[in-house]
């Protein structure tokens, strides 16, 4: 499958107005925090800086806060396998996107609910590694849209066109450079 133009999605950890300049429009902020309580403050300034560059924000691990501030969507990690959220009403272009490394962890994704899969590692050599044929057969067990997570680069990118991966998420890879 040939995608012309892939989403893309890049995680922060802190507010860092020149790495959220140098991404391209359609590059949707991910703003993850597991090891404190999420700021307010920060989250409302990432917001509003967001939203004048005219990028999507989600923030990671906390559905009803995403909801509370009106963002634009969360994302739910793996080890999240909580289906609370499904109680809650979202806004009509609210984005639910989950991740998840196997067959299992996509269908607790799927029941969960999500509009789209992060699915990983395709090309980092970890316990999670999957590799374009396994990251391939996989996402073809789902009829969610599939993301490409872990280990792009610049040289590796244009292998994204052999998957059914409608885009790709990382952090390293939009701080490296501008991302294409």
């Known amino acids: 499958m040939h995608n ?8 922060i950890e802190k507010f860092e107005r020149s790495n959220i300049d140098k991404q391209d429009f359609n590059t949707t902020i991910i703003y993850r925090n597991y090891k404190k309580n999420y700021n307010i403050r920060e989250i409302l300034l ?8 005219r990028k999507k924000f989600i ?7 995403s909801i509370k501030l009106s963002l634009d969507g969360a994302y739910l990690p793996s080890f999240n396998k909580d289906f609370s959220h499904l109680n809650y009403r979202f806004k009509k272009d609210f984005c639910l996107i989950g991740s998840a490394h196997n067959l299992k962890e996509i269908k607790i994704k799927e029941k969960q609910k999500v509009d789209k899969i ?20 996989i996402s073809k067990l789902s009829n969610k ?14 292998l994204i066109s052999l998957t059914r991966s409608v885009g790709f998420a990382g952090i390293s890879f939009f701080t490296k ?4």
Do not use: M, T, V
């Open 46 to 53: 990432i917001k509003d800086y967001c939203k004048k560059r």
């Open 118 to 137: 992060f699915l990983s590692s395709i090309f980092k050599k970890n316990k999670n590694f999957l590799g374009i044929n396994r990251f391939n057969l």
């Open 4 to 11: 012309k133009f892939l989403e893309k999605y890049y995680f």
């Open 177 to 180: 450079k501008k991302a294409p």
């Open 59 to 65: 923030i990671s691990n906390d559905i009803k806060l």
């Open 145 to 158: 849209r599939i993301i490409a997570l872990g280990g792009l680069s610049k040289d590796n990118i244009k």
